[in-house]
């Protein structure tokens, strides 16, 4: 599995862009994905499966919607943490766990995913939506999350794909490519926020390659299934008790 390359100043970058569309970051989620984002978050969780009484991570949790779906399924009866860098898209995910009435459920604690603030076998699951393409070493955020889970722990990832239809590809990939930018941009008034997805996506693997990645990480029964067309793709790897 060949390493991903970045640059130096990547994780500082990132950091950076994050906080500035983070004021637009939900709004443009729904608009950019019709929805479906909702929809694609609600499977990650599903596939979690998360338990009464237990612990569960969402790492790189943004403005802590997957936090939130986790803490739904038994409010007040299981224990969410969420973990991000990015500071002002913390303080909006706990506006929106205020405003549920989620504070006894969910935590949210700036950090970073490729060295987490944890001690092994803290948690029952994992889960990182959107988030692993960004950061600096993909496969040592998958480490790090492997280290933090009990035994038979879950691990679920959600990212972009591409479809595997070449007609619908071709039509996804001149949205994604052309439309996705310039309606990004308009709104988000960030000038590369929205060209950085779809380079970011085109770079990363994907399917069987992250699947790969997962089981050198050190995550067994790895499988991984289309969504929407495989315009994105959920994965799940178990930590052997």
């Known amino acids: ?97 205020r405003e549920k009435n989620r504070q006894q459920t969910i935590s949210l604690q700036k950090g970073c995913g490729e060295s987490l603030p944890f001690a092994d076998a803290s948690f029952h699951g994992g889960i990182s939506a959107f988030g692993l393409r960004n950061f600096s070493d993909p496969k040592r955020a998958l480490t790090e999350m492997h280290r933090v889970l009990k035994p038979n722990g879950r691990a679920v990832i959600l990212e972009f794909s591409h479809p595997s239809n070449p007609v619908l590809g071709w039509g996804y990939l001149f949205y994604f490519h052309f439309l996705l930018p310039q309606v990004g941009k308009y709104f988000s008034q960030h000038e590369s926020a929205y060209n950085y997805l779809p380079q970011s996506v085109a770079k990363f693997p994907m399917r069987k390659e992250l699947a790969l990645l997962m089981e050198e990480s050190g995550f067994q029964r790895v499988t991984h299934q289309d969504l929407t067309y495989g315009i994105v793709t959920l994965y799940q790897g178990i930590k052997n008790g």
């Not at 970045?6 to 994905?33: C, E, H, T």
């Not at 984002?37 to 338990?51: E, F, I, K, T, Y």
């Not at 009484?53 to 739904?72: M, Q, V």
């Open 1 to 97: 599995m060949q390493t991903i390359e970045r640059a130096p100043d990547f994780p500082r970058q990132i950091q950076k862009m994050f906080g500035a569309v983070a004021p637009k970051y939900d709004f443009l989620n729904r608009l950019l994905s019709a929805g479906r984002d909702q929809h694609w978050r609600q499977a990650a969780v599903n596939l979690l499966s998360p338990q009464r009484g237990e612990r569960y991570l969402d790492i790189a949790t943004g403005t802590a919607d997957i936090a939130l779906e986790i803490a739904s399924r038994y409010p007040s009866e299981l224990k969410v943490m969420g973990i991000d860098f990015s500071g002002p898209m913390l303080e909006l995910g706990q506006k929106k766990i």
